[in-house]
């Protein structure tokens, strides 16, 4: 069982930057494909990024390419999203999740965090 508590959202100005975090219970943290995923009101919840046990390999989606970056720290059981440049649109709830499986990660993740604020206004 692994358990996922998200913090860092929060509100800022178009332009601006947050990062958010995901920590982990559990002591094979490195074992797992974590993610980033956004669910936007009235919106289907979507994947944003996502990184391998290791740390060397990432996958993003389009819209976040080169302003998101995901990253983990295995000695803290910890996962962070970095976000630079944000815009309106990326305004939503952002979830952290875990599965030991990238392809399954993005279909069907196995365990959730709670879920993240992050507001932009403009």
């Known amino acids: 069982q692994v358990q996922l508590v998200e913090d860092g959202g929060g509100l800022v100005q178009a332009g601006g930057s947050l990062r958010l975090s995901c920590a982990a219970s559990?002591?094979?943290?490195?074992?797992?494909?974590m993610g980033w995923f956004r669910q936007a009101p009235g919106k289907e919840r979507e994947f944003v990024a996502a990184?391998?046990?290791?740390?060397?390999?990432?996958s993003y989606a389009d819209s976040v390419k080169g302003r998101f970056t995901i990253s983990r720290d295995n000695a803290k059981n910890t996962v962070y999203l970095q976000m630079n440049s944000l815009k309106p649109e990326d305004t939503a709830v952002y979830y952290c999740a875990a599965h030991i499986f990238l392809s399954l990660l993005k279909s069907a993740p196995a365990y959730w965090g709670q879920g993240t604020q992050v507001t932009v206004s403009s």
């Open positions: 559990g002591r094979t943290f490195n074992s797992y494909y």
């Open positions: 990184m391998s046990g290791s740390g060397s390999a990432t």
